[in-house]
Nanobody, 122 residues
Framework: QVQLVESGGGLVQPGGSLRLSCSASGSILIINDMGWYRQAPGKQRELVADITSAGSTNYADSVKGRFTISRDNAKNTVYLQMNSLKPEDTAVYYC????????????????WGQGTQVTVSS
């Protein structure tokens, strides 16, 4: 079984910072792209940022210059450093990874974490 476990969410004031972490565990052969999505109440889930196994990154326009995605391939972990947080960043943040499981080594499958709440409010 492959699972993604997130941590690091919470309540922060506008202008503050948070760092999210997501670790993949289980029978993993290869991890391809990893990323973070978010879903605010009443809105669709949207991509925040993603990163390839080689380290190439992609960001939503709304977070460029404020958020930084990174990964530690040795630890099967992806991070999201969030600075200059705004109330509109409030959402449940989900980790996503394209993983080739050792039990089905044919192609990658999308896996999701359980989500972590980020609330930006004074």
């Amino acid at each position: 079984q492959v699972q993604l476990v997130e941590s690091g969410g919470g309540l922060v004031q506008p202008g503050g910072s948070l760092r999210l972490s997501c670790s993949a565990s289980g029978s993993i052969l290869i991890i391809n792209d990893m990323g973070w999505y978010r879903q605010a109440p009443g809105k669709q889930r949207e991509l925040v940022a993603d990163i390839t196994s080689a380290g190439s990154t992609n960001y939503a326009d709304s977070v460029k210059g404020r958020f930084t995605i990174s990964r530690d391939n040795a630890k099967n972990t992806v991070y999201l450093q969030m600075n200059s947080l705004k109330p509109e960043d409030t959402a449940v943040y989900y980790c996503n990874a394209d993983i080739v499981p050792a039990t089905m080594p044919y192609y990658g499958y999308p896996y999701w974490g359980q989500g972590t709440q980020v609330t930006v409010s004074s």
